[in-house]
């Protein structure tokens, strides 16, 4: 059995010249970069962002005099580099068209496919109205843009408590979902 | 397979999925997630899910549906904030001049509850004048800690020296004043006596007029404390 090695370790192998821990951390930062690029902005440019910061990584990681640690500079990195996306697709839009918000540039139009999915979910979260509505309420909340203390507010209840209603009622509809919504 | 590594962090895990953190949370969850293959592997599982419920509208409207359209958020406002309202210039702060009324109303509590429990009696007053009547004036004790004790005088002038004894049953002096002032162009007495320096019993009071030096202006009068 192959024992996993966490980022820090690989990170330090790759410092010391290990190329196969090299070649590990940045699969395992590429990865992790693309699922974060992709809670910003839509599937193609998200990976292409998570690309370019994970080059930029590879190229200077090694001089690089971290503050605070390696994964935070290079998180950072990413972040920078999903900054300087909207920013490139904000001048390009004002350029082209004007008006529109940049916001309205990360609508997730892959999420309006899979009507199975809507069918199970719609099901599951029926379901789980019944026994946990608190969830369902919360969630509710959430799209409507409230923040976490002032749903806290509405509901009465401590941040810590806010948590937990909303793990308790992911754990249910995955659950759900995994029993195909019945 | 293991569970979270920092299971502090670990509870933001829906909360980051369904955006609600605030960034600097996110950001802490997301190197969170760099580390703990566990909490990537949870989210990495339900990307559509979770997604759908965000993004899609008919989804959307059914969770609306369902938990009921949330009511405006009104801004609680505590107990105390009605009287200390920050915004409000101290001046003007409810709390600061109920402060102040209880301030000023101070002296005036002090004063009413110290007479309602001082238990305030009329004060006695009695009588006595040179007559052979048998009736001796009675002092009541029982009614109040204070009397006045009313006496006439013959022969009095303004420059006369009047010297007042009060004696008790067995002759001894209780009260005595050698330059009593208390009488006026009439002739009247008025002397002030406080019950706790006596005991019940018959007194007398002597009064001696000093300066004409004569038997004659010696008055004694009689009266009883129960």
């Given at each position: ?14 410092m ?37 910061a ?77 026994h ?9 909340l ?11 507010r ?14 308790r ?14 | ?23 600097e ?19 990495s ?41 920050f ?30 429990t ?42 006369d020296?009047?010297?007042?004894t009060i ?15 208390g ?29 004409q ?14």
């Amino acid at each position: 059995m192959t024992q996993v090695l966490t980022m820090h370790e690989l990170y330090e192998k790759a410092m010391a010249g290990d190329s196969e821990a090299e070649k590990q951390l940045f699969e395992r930062l590429l990865v992790r970069f693309k699922h974060f690029a992709k809670q910003h902005m839509q599937g193609e440019d998200a990976d292409d962002v998570a690309q370019e910061a994970c080059l930029t990584i590879l190229s200077k990681y090694k001089e690089q005099a971290y503050e605070k640690s390696f994964e935070a500079w290079a998180h950072g990195v990413l972040k920078m580099k999903i900054g300087n996306h909207f920013q490139h697709l904000a001048g390009r839009r004002k350029n082209i068209a004007g008006a529109e918000d940049v916001e309205n540039l990360t609508d997730n139009k892959r999420f309006e496919d899979g009507l199975d999915l809507k069918r199970r979910l719609r099901s599951c979260l029926k379901k789980i109205n019944q026994h946990h509505p608190r969830y369902l309420r919360a969630l509710n909340l959430v799209q409507h843009g409230y923040t976490t203390d002032e749903i806290c507010r509405m509901m009465r209840v401590k941040p810590n408590y806010f948590y937990v209603i909303l793990n308790r009622g992911r754990k249910m509809l995955k659950e759900c979902l995994k029993q195909g919504g019945m | 397979m293991g569970g979270c590594i920092n299971p502090s962090l670990g509870k933001l895990l829906h909360a980051y999925e369904l955006k609600s953190l605030t960034p600097e949370e996110t950001d802490r969850f997301e190197l969170h997630l760099l580390e703990c293959d566990h909490c990537f592997n949870e989210v990495s599982s339900m990307v559509d899910e979770i997604g759908t419920m965000l993004y899609d509208e008919p989804t959307k409207q059914a969770i609306t549906d369902l938990a009921g359209q949330p009511l405006p958020s009104a801004e609680p406002v505590s107990f105390w904030r009605h009287f200390w309202p920050f915004r409000t210039p101290l001046l003007l702060r409810p709390g600061f001049i109920y402060a102040l009324l209880v301030i000023a109303l101070i002296p005036a509590y002090i004063g009413v509850s110290s007479l309602i429990t001082s238990k305030a009696h009329p004060i006695q007053s009695i009588g006595l004048y040179q007559t052979r009547s048998v009736e001796i004036p009675i002092l009541d004790k029982s009614r109040g800690s204070d009397a006045v004790i009313n006496f006439l005088l013959d022969n009095f002038s303004r420059n006369d020296i009047l010297s007042v004894t009060i004696k008790g049953n067995d002759g001894r002096a209780v009260y005595a004043n050698e330059n009593f002032t208390g009488v006026d162009d009439q002739g009247i007495g008025r002397l002030y006596l406080e019950f706790d320096r006596f005991k019940a019993g018959s007194y007398t009071l002597e009064v001696i007029n000093r300066k004409q030096q004569s038997p004659a202006d010696r008055s004694v009068f009689e009266f009883t404390i129960k």
